[in-house]
T-cell receptor, first 115, second 110 residues
Framework: NAGVTQTPKFRILKIGQSMTLQCTQD?????MYWYRQDPGMGLKLIYY???????DKGEVPNGYNVSRSTTEDFPLRLELAAPSQTSVYFC??????????????FGAGSRLTVL | DQQVKQNSPSLSVQEGRISILNCDYT??????FLWYKKYPAEGPTFLIS?????DKNEDGRFTVFLNKSAKHLSLHIVPSQPGDSAVYFC?????????FGAGTRLTVKP
């Protein structure tokens, strides 16, 4: 029972490079999320998806893109990496019908450094 | 805009005593509030939640209190144990998203 799996765990990028953070879940959750955690700033929502083919912007979407072609996968694309994107990225998923607490299950995180 | 705020970055308590972590929010449309616990190098894990129509929810050593008029909630841990040492995040459920506070690092000293 893997839950939410993120790859890679660590990555160093040069300014201007691009990369994709992968996220997959095996719980048949309909909702998926990408957050970034900066020191002292908590978790900021980048993008989320309420189902395959549907994505929406969160609090800090600039510089990122997402897609949700399947229920299981929710990759996060960084185009033209900048030092401001140095952060720890967390993918999460949940099963929600709108009502209820909507408890998120998180992956272990991906630490990205842009130099 | 910071819709969920945890104004205390850290808290230190003695083992066996009560830990109280606080959280304030600004959006009255949030319908659920949750607390997550995070250890280093791991993702946050769910601890306890409360509906906006309740004022208290208890689960073992953990109790969450909600004061809607003050837009304030708190997490009480009693008795505190060294294994509770972690970063605690307050979260609020909106329309389709989930907003988090900055976190409070709790240290429980033996």
């Amino acid at each position: 029972n893997a839950g939410v799996t993120q790859t890679p765990k660590f990555r160093i990028l040069k300014i201007g490079q691009s990369m994709t953070l992968q996220c997959t879940q095996d719980m048949n959750h309909n909702y998926m999320y990408w957050y970034r955690q900066d020191p002292g700033m908590g978790l900021k929502l980048i993008y989320y998806s309420v189902g395959a083919g549907i994505t929406d912007k969160g609090e800090v979407p600039n510089g990122y893109n997402v897609s949700r072609s399947t229920t299981e996968d929710f990759p996060l694309r960084l185009e033209l990496a900048a030092p401001s994107q140095t952060s720890v990225y967390f993918c999460a998923s949940s099963y929600s019908r709108g009502a209820g607490a909507n408890v998120l299950t998180f992956g272990a995180g991906s630490r990205l450094t842009v130099l | 805009d910071q819709q969920v705020k945890q104004n205390s970055p850290s808290l230190s308590v003695q083992e066996g005593r009560i830990s109280i972590l606080n959280c304030d929010y600004t959006n009255s449309m949030f319908d659920y509030f949750l607390w997550y616990k995070k250890y280093p190098a791991e993702g946050p894990t769910f601890l306890i939640s409360i509906s906006s129509i309740k004022d208290k929810n208890e689960d073992g050593r953990f109790t969450v209190f909600l004061n809607k008029s003050a837009k304030h909630l708190s997490l009480h841990i009693v008795p505190s144990q060294p294994g509770d040492s972690a970063v605690y995040f307050c979260a609020a459920k909106g329309n389709n998203d989930m907003r988090f506070g900055a976190g409070t690092r709790l240290t429980v000293k033996p």
